[in-house]
T-cell receptor, first 111, second 118 residues
Framework: KQEVTQIPAALSVPEGENLVLNCSFT??????LQWFRQDPGKGLTSLLL?????REQTSGRLNASLDKSSGRSTLYIAASQPGDSATYLC??????????FGTGTQLKVEL | GAVVSQHPSRVICKSGTSVKIECRSL??????MFWYRQFPKKSLMLMAT?????????EQGVEKDKFLINHASLTLSTLTVTSAHPEDSSFYIC??????????????FGDGTRLSIL
C-alpha cells in the first residue's frame, strides 16, 4: 500500500525566502505525482503535475521534481510571498487516476 | 478550463437527515470522479471511485450503504450521506479527471462541502 509523507508538517518563513517542501513515498511504482495547494476551508488547486516519463515541471515561481528511484519529490518555491501561505499537498497515482495524498505542509509566509 | 463545481458548499442539519452533495464537471466530460473525506488538519482520504454508468468502487472501511454514490452522466456524480450522524461531520471533496483513466491527466477538485450534523 502506497504511503506518502511530507516534511516538514509546518513551516514559517519571511517574505522573499526560497523554500523547499519535501514529499516521500514508499512504493516506487508511482505513475505520476501532483502537487496541490489548499487554502483554509477550500478545495484543492492543482499546481504541477509530473507525469511518469518526466523528472520535473515548472510554473512561474514553482518547480517540482520527481525521483522515483529514491521515492521523493520536492516542490521549490522561489521568492516566497504572503499570498503563498496555504497547505501544500503532494499526491501520487499508481495508475487509473487514483490519488494517494501526503500528510501536507502548512506554509506561512510572513511580512 | 477544467472547472469542477461542488454543491452545496456548506450543510448544517439534524441527526438522521440524509444529505446529497453534487459534483459537476462544467466544461469537460469525466468518466471517473472521486470522493474524498478530510478531517480537520488531516489529509484527504479517498472514499470511493465513481464510475459513469456503473457501480462505485468503495475503499476499505467505507460503508457503501451509508455513502451512496450515483454517477448518472459524464458530468455529474452525487454523494448521499444517509441517516447522517454527528460522526459523519466532515469536509467532503470531489474530483474529476479529464480523459479516461491511465493516470496521465491531472485531477480537478471541487471547492468541497462542509457537513455539520447536529
Amino acid at each position: 500500500k502506497q504511503e506518502v509523507t511530507q516534511i516538514p508538517a509546518a513551516l514559517s518563513v519571511p517574505e522573499g525566502e526560497n523554500l523547499v517542501l519535501n514529499c516521500s513515498f514508499t512504493d516506487s511504482a508511482i505513475y505520476n505525482l501532483q502537487w496541490f495547494r489548499q487554502d483554509p476551508g477550500k478545495g484543492l488547486t492543482s499546481l504541477l503535475l509530473i507525469q511518469s516519463s518526466q523528472r520535473e515541471q515548472t510554473s512561474g515561481r514553482l518547480n517540482a521534481s520527481l525521483d522515483k528511484s529514491s521515492g521523493r519529490s520536492t516542490l521549490y518555491i522561489a521568492a516566497s510571498q504572503p499570498g503563498d501561505s496555504a497547505t501544500y499537498l503532494c499526491a501520487g497515482t499508481g495508475g487509473g487516476n487514483k490519488l494517494t495524498f501526503g500528510t501536507g505542509t502548512q506554509l506561512k509566509v510572513e511580512l | 478550463g477544467a472547472v469542477v463545481s461542488q454543491h452545496p458548499s456548506r450543510v448544517i442539519c439534524k441527526s438522521g437527515t440524509s444529505v446529497k452533495i453534487e459534483c459537476r464537471s462544467l466544461d469537460f466530460q469525466a468518466t471517473t470522479m472521486f470522493w474524498y473525506r478530510q478531517f480537520p488538519k488531516k489529509s484527504l482520504m479517498l472514499m470511493a471511485t465513481s464510475n459513469e454508468g456503473s457501480k462505485a468502487t468503495y475503499e476499505q472501511g467505507v460503508e457503501k450503504d451509508k455513502f451512496l454514490i450515483n454517477h448518472a452522466s459524464l458530468t455529474l456524480s452525487t454523494l448521499t450521506v444517509t441517516s447522517a450522524h454527528p460522526e459523519d461531520s466532515s469536509f467532503y471533496i470531489c474530483s474529476a479527471g479529464q480523459g479516461a483513466g491511465g493516470g496521465n491527466q491531472p485531477q480537478h477538485f471541487g471547492d468541497g462541502t462542509r457537513l455539520s450534523i447536529l
